[in-house]
């Protein structure tokens, strides 16, 4: 089964917000391009968008249509303003047959620059939705963020945003309220239990995103290490390195990593947390629209090789997709889920003249068993779907993600014990005939 672009996007529930949609798992954000179009014609961008495509779309037939015709087409037009060449050149993309090759209008733009490096302009709160009540609250401040120093705390309900009632708000429409240009302000009314109804006015400021969160679940005769990865953004990788080596330092007898709801990221930055786990064999190669072919592979440099359990869904996409295909095909993790995404191609992204950005589709990528996973994704090692009812429950509350009410992480548990508890039970008898 296919889910759009845009399904894949309402299921994504960032700290701030995100209109972008899926990450492509990208590889460069390029600077803008230089043509003889007078750079305040509309004509310009759409130039600039042909030259891109032409030199680099993967399809080298371009899906059969005669793409310097379609140049001629688009420039002999007259516009009367950029939003109408925007919609189309939008329209003339659509025709490569390619949905990942698109233009990206520059507030657009701009947020998936952000989101990619890790950063973002907002006030520093997560929220979810209490299942109860229906009500926004602040499930976390991040640290030294304007919410924090205001003094929201965990359990704030959140009633107004900007004068806007909440009451009817999906989580993303609040946090797309929430986020905003950088240094602009937004007004909050909340309401706390000992303090009644408040307000704050909270100035947006650029914020690192945290794309990795982890804790300590502490079993009968060992602990297991929980990860989450949110996506593969320039930090990922470092962030999480760091989580392995806090919960080495916990002695843990093994690790869940859940890649559920990622939409994907950098290339670069899943292959090098591919490397933090796997210490040798194929992560992924690429082959490009001339044939050219770049593996990449294992170094040698992983942190760990303790038991490992993966976890993904059908919005585990892209560079989602690189990681747990690596790790399944190596037989270094067990994959517990549902198939992924299936989205098998590598996107540049560029930016234009005036601001705007276009994302063009450069190369395919392949697992180490060289299958093409595109539109048929990562199949698990062991399928576990969750109910609707489940799905809806974890969404509005994330706080349940990872936990004990969390079916399919119980079942990550329960694999893991398989492989941890044989060994604790020879160490138990060991010591006990030692008596």
């Known amino acids: ?60 037939e371009f899906n059969r249509i005669n793409w310097k015709e379609k140049r001629q087409e688009l420039l002999s037009q007259k516009y009367k303003n950029s939003k109408q060449a925007y919609k189309i050149i939008s329209e003339a993309l659509k025709k ?56 929201l705390k965990r359990g704030d309900r959140l009633i107004r945003i900007n004068g806007q009632p909440t009451a009817l708000m999906t989580l993303e429409q609040a946090q ?5 240009k950088l240094g602009t ?17 909270l100035k947006r400021t650029q914020i690192q995103i945290a794309s990795v969160s982890y804790h300590l679940q502490e079993e009968r005769l060992h602990s297991i290490g929980y990860i989450k990865l949110d996506e593969f953004s320039s930090h990922a990788t470092e962030q999480m390195k760091q989580a392995i080596d806090e919960l080495r330092k916990q002695e843990v007898s093994g690790f869940i990593l859940d890649l559920r709801g990622n939409p994907g990221g950098l290339l670069f930055s899943s292959v090098n947390i591919a490397r933090l786990w796997l210490e040798k064999g194929k992560i992924v190669s690429t082959i490009d629209r001339k044939g050219g072919n770049q593996n990449f592979s294992a170094n040698g440099t992983s942190l760990t090789s303790l038991p490992l359990v993966v976890l993904v869904n059908k919005w585990s996409a892209s560079a989602s997709e690189i990681l747990a295909g690596a790790l399944k095909e190596n037989n270094r993790a067990t994959v517990i889920g549902t198939t992924t995404y299936g989205k098998g191609t590598v996107q540049s992204v560029h930016s234009l003249s005036d601001g705007s950005g276009l994302a063009v589709t450069i190369a395919r990528y392949y697992p180490p068993s060289g299958k093409d996973i595109n539109y048929k994704g990562i199949t698990p090692n062991i399928y576990l779907d969750l109910t609707v009812q489940e799905q809806v429950r974890l969404k509005n509350d994330p706080t349940l993600v990872g936990t004990k009410a969390d079916p399919q992480y119980i079942k990550a548990l329960s694999v893991l014990r398989e492989h941890i508890i044989p060994i604790s039970k020879d160490f138990i008898l060991l010591n006990t005939s030692s008596i």
């Open 96 to 151: 490569l047959g390619d949905p990942y090759t698109r233009f990206l209008p520059p507030q657009e733009f701009s947020m998936l620059t952000s989101q990619t490096s890790g950063e973002l302009s907002g006030i520093g709160i997560r929220l979810a939705i209490d299942r109860r009540t229906s009500e926004l609250y602040v499930v976390e401040t991040i640290r030294s963020s304007p919410a924090m120093e205001a003094g």
């Open 185 to 201: 302000e937004v007004n909050l009314q909340l309401s706390r239990r000992d303090k009644g109804i408040f307000q704050v006015t």
């Open 1 to 60: 089964m296919k889910y759009s672009i845009k399904s894949l996007h309402a299921y994504k529930s960032l700290l701030w917000s995100s209109t972008v949609g899926i990450l492509s798992t990208l590889i460069v954000i390029s600077p803008s391009l230089g043509f003889d179009i007078p750079e305040d014609n509309p004509k310009a961008v759409i130039d600039e968008i042909w030259q891109i495509v032409n030199n680099e779309f993967v399809d080298l």
């Open 176 to 180: 797309e309220a929430i986020f905003g």
